[in-house]
């Protein structure tokens, strides 16, 4: 038996489903249940019926599907498969700010540890971040922990004061305006998406500001044949294998989450087989943390 299928055989013993980052090696997306995008994929996590999750991401998505999801296993293949922006806010640094501001309401993007999520009113994610903020009840928002969102967001808040913490994806701030505008030059007649955690000069230059699922729906349905992605490479595979007729650039040099890219075939496998690695969050925080992702999903 190959590594695949010795996969797929676990899975059916185990009752697993795999969900995947749209980020994730390409033999990774093969092999998963479903593949989408942070909210795409908290919601498919609350919602499906199995007994184990493995999820193929980092650390902040697989607590988001055990938050959401408590009576499943869900596994982290791979544990050191951490979020460096996540990692930018302690639930100490937040309670100071808080202090510093208590007329405001607590945004987080779901790219935070679950303590942090414990201590916010509600998350967002970069497919709902900028509807959050205008349905939350506040004209004051602290928004953690990413500086590039928290600027998008408020450029479409302009009625609420927008707090921002100094956090960022590195993936996204290495994607730099010479670059896009070389790519732009280089390909005239493509269209240009990117992500909301790029910087306020790359996203100036976009037709479309977008999640990552936002991408995959924008690439089936906009009649571009021609596109330049400014987010993470590993989208773009999933992008030709649907959209065999069109055309993907990467924006400038191709970008790699490092985090993203650990978890191989083998990391999979062996997961499912040894049921490593579990998350456990303790229940209290967990709580809390529901409280501001259910939010979340009520209002998107
Ligand atoms: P989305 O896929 O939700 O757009 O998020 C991108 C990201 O950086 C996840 O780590
Ligand atoms: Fe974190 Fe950026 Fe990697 Fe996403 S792409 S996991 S935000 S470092």
């Not at 919601?43 to 499943?72: D, N, Y």
């Not at 990692?87 to 303590?115: F, G, R, W």
């Not at 044949?225 to 773009?236: A, D, M, N, R, Y």
């Not at 978890?263 to 409280?291: C, G, S």
Request: charged fraction near 35%; proline fraction near 3%; glycine fraction near 4%.
């Amino acid at each position: 038996m190959n590594i695949v299928e010795k996969i797929t055989r676990l899975k059916k013993e185990k009752d697993a489903v795999i969900l995947a980052h749209n980020y994730q090696r390409d033999e990774i997306q093969d092999i998963a249940d479903y593949i989408g995008d942070s909210l795409g994929l908290s919601k498919k996590a609350a919602e499906i019926s199995c007994k184990t999750i493995v999820f193929c991401g980092v650390q902040f998505m697989a607590e988001s599907a055990k938050i959401l999801s408590p009576e499943k296993t869900v596994l982290l293949p791979r544990k050191e498969a951490g979020c460096p922006m996540a990692d930018m806010v302690t639930v100490d640094e937040l309670k100071e700010l808080k202090a510093a501001h208590p007329d405001a309401k607590v945004v987080c993007y779901v790219n935070t540890n679950a303590d942090v999520k414990a201590e916010c009113d509600v998350c967002c994610t970069s497919a709902n971040a900028v509807k959050v903020v205008q349905k939350i009840d506040a004209d004051k928002v602290i928004f953690v922990p990413d500086k590039n969102l928290a600027d998008f967001v408020s450029r479409w808040n302009r009625d609420k004061e927008i707090i921002p913490w100094d956090g960022y994806c590195y993936v996204h701030e290495e994607i730099r305006i010479n670059d896009v505008k070389k790519a732009k030059e280089l390909h005239s007649d493509a269209v240009l998406i990117v992500h909301p955690e790029c910087k306020r000069e790359v996203i100036d230059l976009a037709d479309e500001v977008l999640s990552t699922g936002g991408m995959v729906k924008f690439a089936r349905n906009s009649n571009a044949k021609k596109i330049i992605i400014g987010t993470e490479v590993g989208l773009i595979y999933r992008l030709k294998k649907e959209n065999p007729d069109k055309v993907f650039y990467t924006a400038g040099p191709a970008r790699m989450c490092k985090n993203m890219k650990i978890t191989t075939l083998e990391d999979v496998y062996l997961a499912l087989k040894e049921e490593k690695y579990k998350i456990e969050i303790d229940e209290e925080i967990r709580k809390r943390a529901k409280k501001a992702l259910d939010k979340m999903l009520q209002y998107v």
